[in-house]
C-alpha cells in the first residue's frame, strides 16, 4: 500500500448539517453562499456549517488536482471514509480520481448518522444493516462491481445513541462475515473508547480488525490511550491541520 493517507473525505455530503446564522449580522448573511476560499477559511473554522458550500465535497476535478499533489509527493494509498450514497460516497467518481492519479483509492461502507441518513437505514435491523454491508464488499455498492474494501467510519457520537448502537452492531456483523477492517468514528474530546471496544468486542470483532477514528484530541491522554492501545486496536491520528 505504501504511504497512505488512512483516514480521508474525497467526497462528501453533510447538506442536512447546515444552519442559518445565529445572528443578524451582515457578514454572517453573506458567509452563507460564498465560495469557500482562503479568504474565509478562518471564519469558517468557527463556524463551518453556515457556509452552504463547505457542506459538501462534491468536486471530482478538484479531488483529483489535490491526490495528484499526493501522489507527486510518494503517496500510494487512500482510504475513502465516506460509508454510502447519504453522505455523498461515489464509487464510480473514486474509480476515476485513482485511475487518473494512480493511486489506490479504498473506499468505505456503511452507516453515518441522522440526518444524513434516515430511518429507513438507522432502524433498519442489525441484519438488514450488515447485509448492506456485505454486498458492498464482496459484490460492488450502489449498483456497480465497484467493491468496498473496509467498514466505515461508523459513526458513534456523545452520547452513544440506541440508533447508533444498532448501526455499529450492523457494522460488526458484516466485519466478523467479511473479514475486512471497521473504522469507527469516535467524539474525540470524551472518552468513550472504553464503552465502544466493550460493545464492539461483545459483538464477536477481533480487535485488532478495529480502528477508533479522530484520536487527536486525547492525545495528550497518555494513561486513557494506551489502555486502548493495549486491547490490541488502532488508534488514528487524522486530524492535522483541522
Known amino acids: ?44 473554522r468557527h463556524d463551518p456549517f453556515l457556509n452552504k458550500d463547505n457542506c459538501a465535497l462534491d468536486d471530482i476535478e478538484s479531488a483529483i488536482a489535490e491526490v495528484k499533489r499526493f501522489a507527486a509527493q510518494g503517496g500510494r494509498t487512500i482510504l475513502e471514509a465516506c460509508a454510502d450514497k447519504g453522505n455523498g460516497r461515489d464509487p464510480e467518481g473514486l474509480a476515476r480520481i485513482s485511475r487518473e492519479s494512480g493511486l489506490n483509492v479504498v473506499m468505505g461502507s456503511g452507516i453515518f448518522l441522522d440526518p444524513v441518513h434516515g430511518p429507513e437505514h438507522l432502524d433498519g435491523s442489525v441484519r438488514e444493516i450488515a447485509d448492506r454491508i456485505v454486498r458492498d464488499v464482496t459484490v460492488g455498492a450502489q449498483g456497480t462491481n465497484i467493491r468496498a474494501g473496509f467498514i466505515g467510519e461508523i459513526f458513534v457520537g456523545q452520547p452513544f445513541t440506541n440508533r447508533e448502537r444498532n448501526s455499529l452492531a450492523g457494522a460488526c456483523l458484516a466485519q466478523r462475515e467479511t473479514g475486512v477492517p471497521i473504522q469507527i468514528h469516535m467524539p474525540g474530546w470524551y472518552r468513550l473508547g472504553d464503552e465502544v471496544l466493550d460493545f464492539v468486542a461483545a459483538q464477536g470483532v477481533p480487535m485488532q480488525s478495529v480502528v477508533l477514528c479522530h484520536s487527536n484530541p486525547s492525545g495528550d491522554d497518555y494513561e486513557y490511550q494506551t489502555r486502548l492501545l493495549k486491547r490490541g486496536i488502532y488508534l488514528q491520528y487524522d486530524m492535522i491541520g483541522m
Do not use: C, Q
Not at 28 to 38: A, C, G, H, P, Q
Open 1 to 44: 500500500m505504501g504511504l497512505t493517507l488512512t483516514h480521508e473525505h474525497l467526497f462528501n455530503i453533510v447538506t442536512p448539517w447546515w444552519h442559518p446564522p445565529y445572528d443578524d449580522s451582515a457578514r454572517s448573511k453573506e458567509l452563507v453562499d460564498e465560495k469557500v476560499s482562503i479568504t474565509n477559511i478562518w471564519e469558517l
